[in-house]
């Protein structure tokens, strides 16, 4: 799993990595929908399709992540990329 080989590959997924923000102290609203009043809209990251033979980098875990290993490229899905799903 840690290199996302089969049985764990997968196709491109987008997950919310928090709230879009107009300014340092102002949350976006969401108008997409008249359901979500006074919602803050969400912003997605998107992580890439990896196939059966898996990446080249190591997924972070989150002892990893806490100490701020693996953000200079060396573990897998920064959650930087831009989902292109939507």
Sequence with gaps: ???ERALF???ELCVTVGQQTASATTLMLDTSSSQFV???ADQ???VPAVGKTGSTAPLQTFDE??????ADGSRAHSLQDRCSIF
Excluded: N
Aim: net charge neutral.
């Design 9 to 11: 590959d997968h196709p």
């Design 38 to 40: 006074l919602s803050a």
């Design 65 to 70: 992540l806490l100490q701020g290993i693996g």
């Design 1 to 3: 799993m840690r290199y």
């Design 44 to 46: 997605w990251a998107g």
